[in-house]
DNA sequence: GAATTAACTCTACAAATGTAGAATAAAAAA
DNA sequence: TTTTTTATTCTACATTTGTAGAGTTAATTC
């Protein structure tokens, strides 16, 4: 099951403090903050979900994510890239490069980033 | 406004076809189809939402995508960037290049792109 | 220890989404 | 021209999502 918006938002906030408690969720947020109970919904239903999990203290609790950023991240690029690019992922980074404006510093990085999985591949 | 799920995949037919008939929609869904309701619904609300127009033909319409694929994607590449990778769109190329396993063929073609950007770049 | 606060659960409710039946109208087939 | 098919609109309804009030309980502060 996917996570809605506003529970990627929360998960984003976990992801970035590792764990937290409802306080420091709260104070995450940007004003105008949402309601603690608002908060508190969205965790339940992650929880439900699976997606994240938490450590009693007391009267609280600490959350922490239980997938890691860069497997959610996958599984929605891979979608995108399936949904729009029918499964070539090389047409997607054809267009991405393309179309998303990197700096020449940042296409320089890119390129060094294939050279070594180019390398990779070839052992 | 955005597309949901089910509606970016009329969008994706539409796309594919640049322009259709209820029916050839119907035809381009995989078993079990939906029922034509369903998918008059959809059409109907992204007419609203003005992704779809469309010209009448005696008691049917030819309908036809408003905005272009490319266009639609880059929003949504856009967004997961800003999303999870704080805009950095770099650091979401590398991310990619790293996860997603591109063959080393598509990777040399992905080398090639990006040098012909860089040369756009240095002009 | 009484009052305040923080975190949680329960309940609720409006909007968006996925899905489709019933009714209608027009076109095509018999 | 009667019947059948097709496309559309209207209505409907369950689920998911965004948001939060009310109430409860435990911890903290006076």
Do not use: C
Not at 94 to 109: A, G, H, P, V
């Amino acid at each position: 099951m996917q996570l809605s918006n506003a529970e990627e938002q929360v998960m984003e906030h976990l992801w970035k403090m590792e764990k937290a408690f409802m306080k420091d969720l709260l104070e995450a947020y940007p004003e105008p903050k949402p309601a603690t109970t608002t908060v508190a919904t969205l965790l339940k239903r992650m929880i439900d979900k699976k997606f994240v999990a938490y450590n009693e203290f007391g009267n609280s609790r600490e959350y922490y994510p239980l997938v890691k950023k860069s497997d959610y991240f996958s599984k929605h690029v891979n979608g995108l890239i399936k949904n729009f690019f029918d499964n070539s992922a090389s047409q997607f980074a054809s267009f991405f490069t393309t179309e998303t404006n990197l700096s020449e510093k940042e296409l320089e990085e890119l390129k060094k980033i294939i050279d070594v999985q180019l390398q990779k591949k070839k052992k």
